[in-house]
Nanobody, 126 residues
Framework: QVQLVESGGGLVQAGGSLRLSCAASGPMVSTHAMGWFRQAPGKERECVAAINWSGGSAYYADSVKGRFTISRDNAKNTVYLQMNSLKPEETAVYYC???????????????????WGQGTQVTVSS
């Protein structure tokens, strides 16, 4: 099965930037669409961004448009989330996950993602 490992989280001041990485391994990893999610304590997990298998289509939550960028390097089996102008309310554990068949209409349907990483903590200080 596909295995995912997130990295790049840490402590950053409000307005700062971080780049998260998701390293994938397993069969046919380059064929999987990928999504980034976040969950703060006591809150529901939310979809942040997603990218299709080729990297040609990307999707973003309205709250992060213009500030976050998702990308992938299939040669390295890695997906990235560049986060700029971070806000304290975006403190959360960030997860990556795989999606078997992604379209614009289903990118944010969490029930359709099949493999999940363990997450990386992002803390944004005021």
């Amino acid at each position: 099965q596909v295995q995912l490992v997130e990295s790049g989280g840490g402590l950053v001041q409000a307005g700062g930037s971080l780049r998260l990485s998701c390293a994938a391994s397993g069969p046919m990893v380059s064929t999987h669409a990928m999504g980034w999610f976040r969950q703060a304590p006591g809150k529901e997990r939310e979809c942040v961004a997603a990218i299709n298998w080729s990297g040609g289509s990307a999707y973003y939550a309205d709250s992060v448009k213009g500030r976050f960028t998702i990308s992938r390097d299939n040669a390295k089996n890695t997906v990235y989330l560049q986060m700029n102008s971070l806000k304290p309310e975006e403190t959360a554990v960030y997860y990556c996950a795989t999606h078997p068949v992604m379209w614009a209409s289903n990118w944010n349907d969490q029930t359709q993602y099949n493999y999940w990483g363990q997450g990386t903590q992002v803390t944004v200080s005021s």
